[in-house]
Nanobody, 117 residues
Framework: QVQLVESGGGLVQPGGSLRLSCAAS????????MSWYRQAPGKERELVAA????????NYADSVKGRFTISRDNYKNTVYLQMNSLKPEDTAVYYC??????????WGQGTQVTVSS
């Protein structure tokens, strides 16, 4: 059974930092493209960052470029999202996604990130 278990969310002040983790099990982690999405209240889900299976290529939403960094450790079956210089508009539920080479698609349960003073 495939599971994506997230941790690291919480409440942080503007300008602060958080690191989200997503631990995967039940799949061949090294074969999957891993991504972080987020959904704010009243808004559609949007892609935040993505990393290829090898970790050699990354993509970021324009709104987070220069502030967020996605990385993965294929030995630990874990993907990370380092978030720096957080802004109130970063407030959202953040979801971990695994996309496989044959079209499989899995989601984590979501982790709340709230940026507020």
């Amino acid at each position: 059974q495939v599971q994506l278990v997230e941790s690291g969310g919480g409440l942080v002040q503007p300008g602060g930092s958080l690191r989200l983790s997503c631990a995967a099990s039940g799949l061949g982690f090294s074969w999957y493209r891993m991504s972080w999405y987020r959904q704010a209240p009243g808004k559609e889900r949007e892609l935040v960052a993505a990393i290829e299976s090898t970790g050699g290529r990354t993509n970021y939403a324009d709104s987070v470029k220069g502030r967020f960094t996605i990385s993965r450790d294929n030995y630990k079956n874990t993907v990370y999202l380092q978030m720096n210089s957080l802004k109130p508009e970063d407030t959202a539920v953040y979801y971990c996604n695994a996309h496989g080479p044959v079209g499989s698609d899995y989601w984590g349960q979501g982790t709340q990130v709230t940026v507020s003073s």
